[in-house]
């Protein structure tokens, strides 16, 4: 059965502290990775990651895939309050179906 | 530009009674359609997809149902609903092409609806 796993299931850090976020997947005709960030309403879209070994970067984020050992992680540098969420990662295969991690909950406190 | 409207924000309704969600999206055609529910503290469960007017793939058997009359509409349904029913259900579209499942269009989603069952 197809599968995504996020670790840790949350995680406690102070202001500038840096976190990786982990997300592993066991699917069939992958075509690519997402991750959302979900603070109290609407995810929102963060990255989508096709091709391993790739960076993609925006700001203090950034998000990289190995589709060798299928799983991708999200690192945040620097956080700040404003990083608290929860952060889903999402896999896509045979098409257009979503599937989602149960998310990593990210508390940033001063 | 594109939006998702989704309403409503807030549901308070007793078990047995129907149920029914709806979600419209703007400034795109085709797009593919997902209904999702978020139990608290988890991730977000598919509930079902639509790639076209009447194309309803359903991912989990269950209580609800959904339709896609028009388009750009997508609604959420239920005859009676249950306990388990409750939680933050979340509509989302996706660029369509049912010629070509290329996979590489990310999700946008709606505000989603929070709905508790008493």
């Known amino acids: 059965e197809d599968k995504v796993v996020q670790s840790p299931l949350s995680l406690v850090v102070h202001e500038g502290d840096t976190v990786t976020l982990n997300c592993s997947y066991e699917v069939t005709n992958f075509r690519s990775l997402l991750w959302y960030k979900q603070e109290k309403k609407a995810p929102t879209f963060l990255f989508m990651l096709t091709s391993s070994g790739i960076e993609k970067k925006s700001g203090r984020l950034s998000s990289i895939l190995d589709k060798k050992e299928l799983f991708s992680i999200l690192n945040i540098t620097a956080t700040q309050t404003g990083d608290s969420a929860i952060y889903l990662c999402?896999?896509?295969?045979?098409?257009?179906?979503?599937?989602f991690g149960t998310g990593t909950s990210l508390t940033v406190i001063p | 530009s594109q939006t998702i409207h989704q309403w409503p924000a807030t549901l308070v309704q007793p078990v047995g009674s129907p149920l029914s969600l709806e979600c419209t999206v703007e400034?795109?055609?085709?797009?593919?359609l997902y209904w999702y529910r978020q139990a608290a503290g988890r991730g977000l469960q598919l509930l079902f997809y639509s790639v076209g007017i009447g194309q309803i793939s359903s991912e989990v058997p269950q209580n609800l149902s959904a339709s896609r009359p028009q388009d750009r509409q997508f609604i959420l349904s239920s005859k009676k609903l249950l306990l388990s029913d409750s939680g933050f259900y979340l509509c989302?579209?996706?660029?369509?092409?049912?010629?070509?499942?290329?996979?590489?269009?990310?999700?946008?989603f709606g505000d989603g609806t929070r709905l508790s069952i008493l």
């Open positions: 999402a896999v896509v295969f045979t098409g257009n179906q979503f599937y």
């Open positions: 400034g795109t055609s085709n797009p593919n």
């Open positions: 989302a579209w996706s660029v369509g092409n049912p010629l070509r499942l290329t996979g590489n269009q990310p999700q946008h």
